[in-house]
């Protein structure tokens, strides 16, 4: 579903990524994590054509994503800051996103978590009176809207209240084992713990690993993933 | 695209600063023609603030909200759509709510109190001034990451169009007096949207036969059709230019 060959970015001096390969595929939860500023945004962002690799390329449903844009309706995204217009309602900000994708997406839209979160009473409210936790279910219900085939979540439990973050999880389990593709950053290991079903490891721009979360687990003899991480990170230490 | 454009306006035209730059060219266009018994030199007073100010807030404000409003078009392009027609999206909503603010705030004071063809002239020269440095600020504002930056590099654009372009120009005039020089000045005019502008609405005024020989020059240039439509197309030039690369650079660049 989502192919990255020697994918490789550099802004300036700095490498975000190096030389990273990888295969993604359908019913994957893939928990994309590693410490701040390790390259986790800068590959979300090459998989959505916002960044230019330096090297390499990335295939989505087997078109390259490298000067195309019409590849991105498989795509839900779901950013780690939502800020939106402050003068433009909710409902307007959806309807604005939905004319955007075309007449095709609507066609398959999913509002369940409109009223899972209990948006519709906020519907005619302008952004700027949202609080921050409401921005960011927004931003959730955005990425989930058209039923796209995969999702990309950059942080998307970060700002929400235990319940709101139980329906997000719930939500995600449910598509996952419908057969999508989903990517999700987070520091939060707990709530990966959750949902996850592969572990991709990130540091310093380079690939330490990629592996189901059963086969982490056996390997560190550990059933927390932020134990079986810490039990890595320890191990890589000289 | 006219609902999403439509959508974009009126976030803008909700805005606060929007509403008090309406307010401030109301107040200008009303006290000065209140306070200024001949329309036509209330008019001209109103040219040197209208083509002073309006650059100025142009390209300051748009410049603030395209930074402002990077996380959410960084939202709208993971969406499937085109680069360009995101940025030309953007740049039609700020330029259209703009344009309404003058629109309201000079046009109509102009139209109740001098609607002559000079009237007219201002009112469209405010709106292509409008245009112009909105699309400036669109170029700063993609060549540059760090958002002071940018601002800065709006208010160095607006300085240079709207003070140090006349003062280098006036250098020219005065140490090479002894030359004829009326058409060079005529084309040197043309590098500054503002100059063609205000050369567009002042040689439509009776002022115009103070200007001596250049005045002169400038009159017969404009009075004939040719003349009249390079400036036009000078002026069309200045908004069309810096877009387009604008849309080139926004193509290309990491997000």
């Known amino acids: ?238 | 695209m006219k609902k999403i454009i439509s959508f974009v306006v009126g976030d803008i035209i909700r805005n606060r600063i929007v509403l008090a730059y309406t307010a401030v060219l109301l107040l200008f266009s009303l006290g000065l023609f209140s306070l200024e018994p001949h329309p036509e030199k209330a008019l001209l007073s109103l040219m040197n603030i209208v083509l002073v100010f309006v650059p100025l807030a142009s390209i300051v404000f748009s410049t603030i909200h395209y930074y402002n409003s990077a996380e959410f078009m960084e939202l709208v392009l993971a969406q499937p759509v085109a680069r360009s027609r995101v940025l030309l999206v953007e740049f039609a909503g700020i330029a259209l709510a703009l344009a309404l603010a003058f629109l309201i705030g000079v046009g109509l004071p102009v139209l109740w109190y001098e609607a002559s063809a000079r009237g007219v002239l201002l009112v469209l020269g405010g709106v292509m001034a409008t245009v112009v440095f909105v699309a400036l600020a669109f170029l700063g504002a993609v060549s540059f990451r760090d958002k002071a930056q940018g601002i800065g590099a709006a208010l160095i654009l607006w300085f240079f169009f709207a003070l140090v372009f006349d003062a280098l120009l006036l250098l020219v005039l005065y140490n090479f007096s002894e030359y004829p020089l009326e058409r060079a000045v005529l084309i040197l005019t043309m590098l500054n949207p503002i100059d063609i502008a205000r050369m567009m609405i002042i040689t439509r005024m009776d002022t115009a036969a103070l200007m001596g020989h250049s005045g002169a020059v400038f009159r017969e240039f404009l009075a004939g059709g040719w003349g009249w439509i390079a400036a036009w197309m000078a002026l069309l030039a200045w908004g069309g230019l810096p877009l387009a690369g604008a849309v080139r650079i926004f193509s290309r660049k990491d997000l």
Not at chain 1, 133 to 141: D, E, H, N, P, Y
């Open chain 1, 1 to 238: 579903m989502i192919r990255i060959e020697n994918l490789s970015k550099s802004f300036g001096r700095n490498t975000a990524l190096s030389d990273i390969t990888l295969q993604l595929s359908p019913g994957q939860c893939v928990a994309l994590i590693g410490p701040n500023g390790s390259g986790k945004t800068t590959l979300l962002k090459c998989i959505l054509g916002l960044v230019r690799p330096s090297a390499g390329k990335v295939w989505v449903n087997g078109i390259t994503a490298a000067g195309n844009w019409a590849y991105r309706e498989h795509i839900g995204y779901m950013p780690q800051v939502g800020r939106y217009p402050d003068q433009m309602k909710v409902e307007q900000v959806l309807e604005l996103i939905r004319q955007i994708r075309g007449r095709e997406a609507a066609r398959h839209t999913d509002a369940e978590l409109i009223g899972a979160f209990g948006l519709e009473e906020v519907m005619a409210q302008r952004m700027y009176t949202l609080s921050g936790g409401t921005r960011q279910k927004v931003s959730a219900t955005l990425a989930f809207l058209f039923g796209p085939p995969i999702l990309i979540l950059d942080e998307p439990t970060a700002g929400l209240d235990p319940v709101a973050n139980e329906v997000l999880k719930d939500k995600i389990r449910r598509q996952c084992e419908r057969g999508k593709l989903i990517i999700i950053t987070s520091h939060i290991l707990s709530d990966l713990d959750d949902v996850a079903t592969d572990v991709l490891f990130l540091q310093e721009g380079r690939m330490q690993f990629f592996k189901t979360l059963a086969s982490l687990k056996a390997e560190t003899r550990e059933d927390r993933l932020s134990r079986a991480i810490a039990r890595i990170m320890q191990k890589e230490k000289p």
